[in-house]
């Protein structure tokens, strides 16, 4: 854990490497992974970069893989895993890049030949089915429709005029009237266009040639059963037969340009009436259609041979050429200082020095060289080394759940480390209930049982998948906190059988109003329900106000804790960095500030807590003496000490004489302050508990002034913590920016009698003096800001850890409302009823609270960490460490 609390410490290094053994060094250290180089050519284009050539070549391979896998893809073929992908080959780099595209350059002609045959074959083979279609079709069409039209036409044409108002012949006088109408002349007769048009063209295709012949032909279309494939995108294409009769030279021609615009093909066919000449050619072009599926069959046939062969090593290649352009993008990021030899500069991690050094020294000695390489730490160039973490499968969530706010300052305190903890934790407080927690719980067993570290998951399933442990603790802790409220899908469990009894409750007839009974001595140990809550709670009619108050001042505490937890980092931060100034005069200050009114707070919330009120209170109280309700016997679970006389009777078990009181009998009005023993002040003298919102409240607001005491010296108490409080405000605000402004001016001092020995013509420092007063000017409204933000945001942050109360006491109605009204509305009715009404509650439970609920405490778990947790110490503006590594390059790919 140790390790996870601040980031690997990092090294700055320098390579130095012969030009010859450079791509084998690099492709060791690219195995080892630890290693990050700098740019130290950055005023250069990538095409003025020393290797620009060699990644030109990787960027063509890489094409062509991407070209093999979507011919593959087409096939559906699956990319075989190689075991020996990842292994570095050590062969030169010009010999591994000339050896890829030697055998990658067959391969793509080979396919691409084989895909333009394919194309070409089925166009052809489209065409031959498309002819066939329509010779079908026509044929069908002149067999049954024409006599039924030729017929209509006839009787119709008695009736009318044979020529319309506008000239025009009646377009049903055509070739399927030629039998009636033998007696026109032959120049009446009509032409026919007929072919093929795709079905989604068909609507748009129809209304073009009413539209461009004023309805002036007959258009009929068929559709194919058949389904074509498209040469050019592989997918099945639905078409129809259309056959168009017209009379007109003007209106053949707009039709063929037509057909030509929505890329229909148009097929020439012999008269319908020659029954030969059409049953030969259908009689050929079957034959021909024979012969081009088989050719296509054949085509196809190789085409998947061939990419079955080329699925089993793609990603073998693949892993080839991204290493290599890799390795080759890092040699372009060095320097070529003197001739045969690269310099390159980057960061190490400093566990993994000697680790890298001994790589490059094999790398070198491999390759027979005599210049040996060198690599060496350096002085850092930047003041901020990167951030570097070692995860788990554990860990790797909640890093990455603190890097999506901000990364980690080199060596700052990481807040991963507590959040993989409070997140959680958090989300069980708000989730609480034994039953939705479970289901969460069992959520996060499946994932980590079913994960495979070899799968391959999408970005959705992969970021659930990577959250795995993450929701099992969630859900543990759903579990957890469900347990301390007694909460199973908002029902109470006895399981420790309650403290508490209900008169009738044996035979279910509990009357409203009943008091319930504490079943133990009340104070004895016996009386404590052993874990969480009394079930007797979830009856009770004060249920609601006693889970408010108990939920509420838990939310408190836990915000303030966790605040001033964050607090104590920023102090820890400023102890690592030895800064100073930063301790004294802001960690201590605002952990003054926090401790006098916050934690205070929470004092006061437990110390309630805590005190037998009872027995304060019966302190107070005016007894008969040697009566019903005097003595300790009497009185169980109090230790208080008992007068052995009473003058008149009446008084407090302290002895105070109350005869006079309206309890007593007489007239006189008796406070509590008058017979309470403790004389601690205030109206009741603290016997009778505070409220503790008035009480903090008049801290401020009234000082000195405590209406209800808990403990002797309150007042004064209070008055010095919010003197503390007062006193730390300023010395946040001013103490800093004037310690600083004074570091400057003394640097300033020495810089003029360093600069005024060296050179005494040299100005004066005049201007240096404003330049401190404008640095001063900026320090002040810098810390203005973060005093304001810490002050006001320990107020608003408590406030907003409120969440916590409002989600888990939201939950819990929720549950309470789907399980009455779904539930206990239909229970008692019949079993299809509460079939039904079971249904209905799963249904909303699962939809509602196992979902959205789940997803809504997420968020708001979220905020408070990022918010009011991680803004009292984070910085969050670190450089995350991205190391040249095989292993992440790799792990990137996606087939």
């Known amino acids: 854990m140790s390790r996870w609390f601040r980031s690997e410490p990092m090294e700055y290094i320098s390579l130095i490497v012969n030009e010859d053994a450079a791509r084998a060094t690099l492709s060791d250290l690219g195995s080892l992974g630890a290693v990050s180089f700098t740019d130290l050519n950055p005023t250069l284009t990538p095409f003025q970069r020393r290797y620009v050539s060699y990644v030109k070549r990787c960027d063509e391979l890489e094409r062509k893989l991407r070209f093999f896998q979507a011919e593959t893809t087409k096939f559906g073929l699956p990319i075989v895993e190689s075991e020996q992908s990842a292994e570095p080959d050590k062969r030169q780099g010009s010999a591994v890049l000339g050896a890829m595209e030697q055998e990658l350059e067959g391969y793509e002609s080979q396919l691409k030949q084989l ?12 065409e031959k089915i498309e002819l066939h279609e329509t010779l079908l079709k026509s044929r069908d069409f002149f067999a049954t429709d024409a006599p039924r039209l030729m017929e209509s036409e006839a009787l119709s044409s008695s009736s009318r005029s044979t020529v319309s108002r506008n000239g025009t012949e009646s377009l049903l006088e055509s070739e399927v009237g030629a039998a009636a109408e033998a007696g026109r002349d ?11 048009v795709a079905s989604e063209e068909k609507a748009r295709f129809e ?8 309805g002036n032909c007959f258009l009929r279309f068929s559709e194919i059963e058949q389904t074509i494939m498209d040469p050019e995108t592989n997918q099945p294409q639905k078409k129809h037969v259309f056959l168009i009769f017209f009379k007109s030279t003007a209106i053949e021609a707009k039709l063929k340009k037509i057909c030509d615009a929505f890329s229909a093909h148009r097929y020439s066919l012999p008269e319908m009436s020659d029954d030969a000449a059409v049953s030969a050619m259908l009689q050929a072009n079957a034959a021909e259609l024979g012969d081009s599926h088989a050719v296509l069959t054949k085509n196809q046939d190789t085409r998947y041979r061939l990419c079955q062969l080329l699925a089993g090593h793609v990603m073998r290649w693949t892993f080839i050429v991204v290493k290599e352009k890799a390795v080759y993008h890092t040699l372009n990021m060095m320097k070529a200082d003197v001739s045969g030899m690269l310099r390159g500069e980057g960061w190490v991690i400093a566990s993994q020095l000697e680790t890298a050094r001994d790589t490059v020294t094999a790398a070198h000695s491999s390759m027979d060289i005599a210049m040996p390489s060198l690599l060496e730490k350096v002085p850092q160039p930047w003041p901020q080394p990167p951030t570097h973490f070692e995860t788990n499968a554990f860990t790797y969530a909640y890093q990455e759940f603190v890097n999506t706010y901000g990364v980690p300052r080199y060596r700052e305190a990481n807040p991963a480390l507590f959040t993989a903890a409070t997140f959680p934790f958090l989300f069980g407080v708000m989730y609480g209930d034994i039953g939705h927690g479970s289901c969460l719980f069992a959520a996060g067993c499946y994932l980590i049982w079913s994960y495979n570290p070899a799968g391959k998951y999408d ?3 992969g970021g659930v998948m990577s959250a795995r442990y993450m929701l099992a603790m969630m859900g543990f802790f759903g579990i957890y906190a469900g347990f301390m409220y007694n909460d199973y899908f908002s029902l109470g469990l006895n399981l420790f059988t309650s403290r ?11 009357e409203g109003g009943t008091v319930a009974v504490s079943t133990q001595e009340y104070g004895s140990s016996a009386s404590i329900y052993p874990f969480g809550l009394d079930p007797a709670w979830h009856i009770s009619t004060n249920e609601l106000l006693f889970f408010n108050s108990f939920k509420m001042k838990l939310s408190v505490i836990m915000g303030i804790i966790q605040m001033f937890m964050g607090t104590c980092l920023k102090g820890a931060n400023a102890l690592y960095f030895g800064e100073k100034l930063d301790f004294f005069f802001e960690f201590l200050p605002m952990v003054a500030f926090a401790a006098s009114l916050f934690v205070y707070m929470i004092v006061l919330i437990v110390m309630k807590w805590s005190i037998n009120w009872q027995e304060r209170m019966l302190s107070a109280t005016c007894l008969e003496f040697g009566g019903d309700t005097w003595g300790a016997d009497n009185n169980p679970g109090t230790d208080l000490e008992w007068v052995d006389a009473c003058d008149d009777g009446w008084c407090t078990p302290a002895g105070v004489d109350c005869s006079n009181s309206i309890q007593a009998g007489g007239d006189e009005q008796v406070t509590t302050a008058t017979m309470c023993p403790l004389d601690m002040g205030g109206s009741g003298d603290g016997c009778q508990p505070p409220n503790l919102i008035t009480t903090l409240i008049n801290i401020a607001l009234m000082p000195g002034t405590v209406d209800e005491p ?10 010095f913590l919010l003197l503390i409080a007062f006193v730390s405000v300023p010395v946040l ?17 020495e810089e003029r009698n360093s600069h005024s020995s060296d050179a005494p013509l040299a100005a004066g420092g005049g201007d240096d003096h404003g330049g401190d007063e404008h640095g001063f000017g900026e320090i002040l409204i810098h810390q203005a800001i973060e005093t304001i933000e810490f002050v006001l945001g320990m107020v608003s942050n408590t406030a907003s850890y409120l969440r916590l109360w409002a989600l888990s006491l939201a939950h819990s109605k929720l549950a309470g409302v789907f399980w009455e009204k779904a539930m206990l509305s239909t229970i008692n ?14 249904a909303t439970t699962t939809s509602v609270l196992l979902m959205m609920d789940v997803l809504e405490c997420f968020l708001h778990a979220l905020r408070l960490h990022w918010v009011e947790f991680q803004n009292k110490f984070y910085k969050a503006d670190g450089v995350k460490f991205a190391p040249f590594s095989f292993k992440n390059i790799i792990d990137a790919i996606t087939f």
């Open 710 to 719: 808990m403990y002797s010296g309150q007042p004064g108490t209070q008055n």
């Open 459 to 461: 970005e959705m399933l």
């Open 733 to 749: 605000l001013f103490a800093k920016p004037y310690l600083l402004s004074k570091q400057h001016e003394t640097h300033a001092e």
């Open 186 to 196: 032959d120049s009446m007769r009509f032409s026919s266009l007929t072919g093929v």
């Open 207 to 214: 209304r073009m040639v009413f539209r461009s012949t004023r």
């Open 115 to 126: 895909n333009s045959f394919n194309e070409k074959l089925t166009s052809e083979y489209n």
């Open 500 to 510: 508490w009894y209900y008169s009738g409750e044996e035979d279910g007839e509990v």
């Open 829 to 842: 009715m019949n079993f299809f009823a509460a079939f039904i009404g079971f249904g209905i509650f799963a």
